[in-house]
């Protein structure tokens, strides 16, 4: 899912994301839309989709990560999180209710219920009580939404509006946490099915962790969700990282690499990363990738150099269409060889050359 933290993608329109991306879904911040424009102007405006013009699916994170990765001043209680915003420092409380509310009222397709992120490393101790909180917390989101989530949701609300959500109620995903304690992620994978979610999500991982680590709490939380609903892994990765975690079993994954590396010069091909700003690329007339899309064939690299190295705003938007391009088709190419049962040859034969390319 291409990540679009204040209600869309940066630099891109959402006909570009349609058209050159084909992204079927992408992510939108609790935290950021909360309090910026604010729930007033989403509500008003009739909720995201409508206020975006995105018409495709869109799955809201819980604010959980933002509160612990850009909060000052926060503190943790049972009733939620006390923080100092990033924005202006006004002192903000963020209950599980109020975030599954937030999420209602944006309008999402797939909310995510609110956990509290543990840092790496904590103590088992520690991670032990995130845990039993982030499972409190998972029984009063689904209470909420049960209860409440039809009030607030912006098709459920209006039904005579012309939407391709209407009659479809807002899916709620749980977030196995853990750290990389095994039976801790067990214990969490299991509590999280007993409650009952329409997905299931794996987060607190790409939190400064070794990748080794990573790989680990996918391996110690996937085996015991269920496998007939949606299993997704949070804020990664790199395409080799995914496709390991695709043949553990991972079903969905959102990233702000692809944008964000764009911004910084490198673009994704076959063969590894390359930074477009390097000079051996002065004099490049091929394409950024041999598969990228046919409407970015017509770009050199020399030309993209030369556009990112004037600071030209088109270099930062081809850069990533290119990326979300690449992570796109690397998933579809994905689901083909699942298909076909050739999936396992497929990784190791993109991981190969990726990995070993001189060009990096």
Same mark, same amino acid.
């Given at each position: ?152 949701? +912006? ?117 590894? +990363? ?87």
């Amino acid at each position: 899912m291409p990540v679009g933290t204040q209600g869309m993608v940066k630099t891109l329109s959402p006909d570009e994301l349609i058209d050159v991306v084909d992204a079927k879904i992408i992510l939108g911040n609790t935290y950021h839309l909360y309090l910026r424009p604010g729930l007033d102007v989403i509500r008003e405006m009739g909720g995201l989709h409508k206020f975006t013009t995105w018409e495709k699916p869109i799955l809201t994170d819980s604010g959980g990560f933002q509160v612990w990765s850009l909060a000052k001043l926060r503190k943790i209680s049972e009733n939620g999180v006390e923080f100092s915003n990033h924005l202006d420092g006004a002192k903000t409380m963020l209950t599980p209710e109020l975030s599954m509310e937030i999420q209602a009222t944006l309008g999402s397709d797939i909310a995510m219920l609110f956990d509290e992120c543990p840092p790496y490393p904590c103590e088992e101790k520690y991670a032990a009580n995130s845990l039993g909180l982030t499972t409190r917390w998972a029984r009063r989101c689904k209470e909420w939404h049960e209860v409440n989530a039809s009030k607030h949701v +912006p098709w459920q609300l209006n039904t005579q509006t012309e939407t391709l959500h209407t009659n479809l109620p807002q899916q709620i995903f749980g977030i196995v946490q853990g750290s990389t304690y095994a039976d801790l992620r067990e214990q969490s994978a299991k509590e999280l099915v007993e409650i009952g979610f329409d997905g299931y999500a794996v987060g607190g991982i790409s939190v400064g962790e070794p990748e080794h680590e990573m790989l680990r709490a996918i391996e110690n939380a996937v085996p015991f969700l269920p496998k007939n609903k949606p299993r997704y892994a949070m804020g990664l990765g790199t395409p080799p990282q995914m496709l390991e975690m695709i043949a553990r079993g991972v079903d969905m994954f959102d990233c702000v690499m692809p944008t964000r590396v764009a911004r910084h010069g490198l673009a994704f091909t076959a063969d590894g +990363p390359i930074h477009i700003k390097n000079k051996e690329f002065e004099f490049d007339s091929t394409p950024l990738d041999e598969n990228t899309h046919p409407s970015l064939q017509k770009y050199s690299r020399s030309f993209i150099r030369h556009l990112f190295r004037a600071s030209e705003m088109l270099s930062l938007r081809l850069l990533s269409l290119h990326n979300l391009h690449f992570y796109l088709r690397l998933m579809s190419d994905s689901r083909e060889h699942i298909a076909a049962g050739t999936f396992s040859k497929f990784k190791n034969d993109f991981n190969q050359r990726y990995l070993n390319s001189t060009l990096q």
